[in-house]
Nanobody
Framework: QVQLVESGGGPVQAGGSLRLSCTAS????????MGWFRQAPGKEREFVAA????????YYSDSVKGRFTISGDNAKNTLYLQMDNLTPEDTAVYYC????????????????????WGQGTQVTVSS
């Protein structure tokens, strides 16, 4: 069972930046995809970004493209999400997720493709 632990959330003013980290308990092997999702109060969990660890291909939702950057350090078993130019609409609990190595391209934006989830970290953006 892979354990994922997020950190780096907190309060920030609009226009500011935060970097989230997600550390996995096991080194990835195979064609692993990791992603970030978020859930705002009263809303469904939504896709934010994903990274194919082998190919380093990245994918973003339209709402964060150009402002957020996903990256990974395989040696540290850590996934990052650099968030710049934050807006109040980015306020949510952010979750890190990891699949079992079987996700096809069409699935990377779907929460159901991921087998392991972190506990979430709160990001609050004030105007």
């Amino acid at each position: 069972q892979v354990q994922l632990v997020e950190s780096g959330g907190g309060p920030v003013q609009a226009g500011g930046s935060l970097r989230l980290s997600c550390t996995a308990s096991e080194r990835p092997s195979g064609r692993i995809t990791m992603g970030w999702f978020r859930q705002a109060p009263g809303k469904e969990r939504e896709f934010v970004a994903a990274l194919r660890l082998n190919s380093r291909h990245s994918y973003y939702s339209d709402s964060v493209k150009g402002r957020f950057t996903i990256s990974g350090d395989n040696a540290k078993n850590t996934l990052y999400l650099q968030m710049d130019n934050l807006t109040p609409e980015d306020t949510a609990v952010y979750y890190c997720a990891r699949d079992g190595g079987r996700t096809i391209l069409a699935q990377v934006r779907s929460a159901t493709a991921y087998d392991y989830w972190g506990q979430g970290t709160q990001v609050t953006v004030s105007s």
